[in-house]
């Protein structure tokens, strides 16, 4: 962090690689789920998993463009779904693509929302900004938010080395890549 900025140094550079990203990005993973039919296949278990959990709302956190948050809604199984994301113009870009959705800006690690008011939180590859010594206070956050019995969904990269980007579609970015073990996410989940 730096003095003037509360802001985390990596949620920073996060924010401002997604926020230079939007454009291309949007393009990039337009009708990315039609070719994932597994990936469907796990949302659409969630997504009947939340909706058969007293009507809360649903949370994309790092919703990016929307698209799965999209998705979820079209499911047409009634959930208020709604995402949140750290970049300014990915929420941007979300409320462009998706007019008749809701999108906020937000950090996972202080979503802003009352105690137990989600009755589902999906976090679709969006925790593999966090770096391994903050991910303990995402989860946290996410606990705070959950009501009892809500049902949580992490999508994350498999693996034992971060990956660092440092330029996307010919755009300059610093981009942190955290890949993990799934016995150690579901450790900390448990925790």
Do not use: N
């Not at 208020?80 to 693509?97: K, T, W």
């Not at 606990?143 to 755009?171: I, K, N």
Request: with cysteine.
């Amino acid at each position: 962090m730096t003095a003037s900025d509360s802001t985390p140094d990596f949620q920073r550079a996060t924010r401002d690689s997604y926020d230079t990203m939007a454009p291309a990005y949007v393009e990039f993973t337009r009708g990315e789920l039609a070719a994932k039919p597994l990936e469907r296949a796990l949302l659409s278990t969630f997504a009947e998993l939340a909706a058969a959990g007293g009507g809360l709302p649903v949370a994309d956190i790092g919703c990016g463009t929307g698209r799965v948050t999209a998705h979820l809604r079209e499911l047409g199984l009634g959930i208020d779904v709604f995402g949140i994301d750290l970049s300014p113009q990915m929420v941007a870009v979300a409320r462009e693509e998706h007019p008749g959705l809701r999108f906020e800006e937000g950090s996972m690690l202080g979503l802003g929302l009352p105690d137990a008011s989600l009755g589902g939180l999906l976090a679709w590859y969006s925790t593999i900004h966090v770096p391994d010594e903050e991910l303990p206070r995402a989860f946290a956050e996410f606990h705070r938010v959950l009501a009892p019995g809500a049902h949580v969904q992490l999508g994350f990269q498999v693996g034992d080395e971060p990956l660092r980007l440092t330029e996307a579609w010919g755009l300059e970015i610093s981009l942190d890549f955290h890949r993990r073990q799934p016995e150690r996410v579901a450790a900390l989940l448990r925790g």
